[in-house]
């Protein structure tokens, strides 16, 4: 058997999730307390790297074995070593074949705007802040522009797509809700491309704010031309909410804030 963990945490002093030298990661920190607890090297595999200064509600990660006693104990453990900004929200044994990254079905994510004259000050940089008025109907009729499978090279790094990395990807979904100042850009898909969320969102704020037609979306995707697109929107307000797979259930250690999405994705707002 494997373990599988739920983790949650805040990007900000962080290069990413991946293992960096010299720099300090999400990775790093889970494999050096994992290695105190289990007393061997473990390599912690996760859902969806995430980049600099990204944060995750509803990171899963795996690493072979299972734990010396029980998954309680571990979780425990691990939180009490672990940094302030990175926790443990659950756990399960897995089967051998399962994987966090290659047996992940599909990947939500959230990217947060602030829409008011004022900056905010509880979220702070959590919260992308926007002080003009935003159309988020033009947004919503966008949207089906980019639904399905499709080549995104317009929304990654243009030196990615030069290297030869696939562009392709599938979007299932691109959920807008409504909570007086604050907007929630929910986003389900495949597999997303580096900095393809943040380059997505900057390119649906431009339609936001009047700047790119509906339509043109569309276009600027056909192109497979990053110039084309909107700029590449601050880490901070984005999270990886949620990994879904067929062997592990996380149903208990749903985020609050994904309850909410969830709950309000029905809404007229949406």
């Known amino acids: 058997m494997n373990t599988a963990l739920t ?20 990775q790093s920190e889970l494999e050096r307390v994992l290695q105190i607890i289990l007393r061997r090297p473990v390599r912690a595999h996760c859902a969806g790297r995430t980049d600099t200064g990204v944060n995750a509600l509803g990171q899963v990660i795996h690493f072979a074995g299972e734990p010396p006693k029980t998954l309680e104990l571990l979780i425990y453990a691990m939180n009490s070593l672990l940094p302030k900004d990175i926790a443990v929200r659950h756990g399960a044994l897995v089967p051998d074949r399962f994987h966090a ?49 499709k080549n995104f090279a317009s929304f990654t790094q243009a030196k990615l797509v030069k290297s030869g990395e696939p562009t392709i990807r599938r979007i299932d979904d691109l959920r807008i809700i409504e909570d007086g100042a604050y907007t929630y850009l929910h986003i389900l898909g495949s597999g997303f491309l580096h900095n393809m969320i943040r380059i997505l969102t900057g390119t649906l704020l431009d339609v936001a704010i009047g700047k790119t037609a509906p339509a043109e979306v569309g276009e600027i995707l056909a192109k497979q031309d990053r110039l084309g697109a909107g ?40």
């Open 7 to 26: 983790i949650e945490y805040d990007g900000a002093a962080y290069f990413g999730y991946q293992r960096q030298n010299g720099q300090n990661s999400i």
């Open 101 to 149: 990254r290659f047996s992940c079905l599909r990947r939500e994510y959230v990217y947060i705007i602030y829409n008011a004259p004022y900056r905010p000050g509880v979220l702070g940089y959590k919260a992308l802040w926007r002080r003009g008025p935003l159309d988020w109907n033009a947004v919503r009729a966008a949207v089906p522009h980019i639904l399905g499978e």
């Open 231 to 270: 700029v590449t929107l601050r880490p901070d307000a984005l999270y990886f909410l949620h990994a879904e797979y067929e062997h592990y259930d996380q149903t208990v250690a749903q985020h609050h804030l994904r309850k909410m999405l969830l709950a309000r994705a029905a809404s007229p707002g949406r």
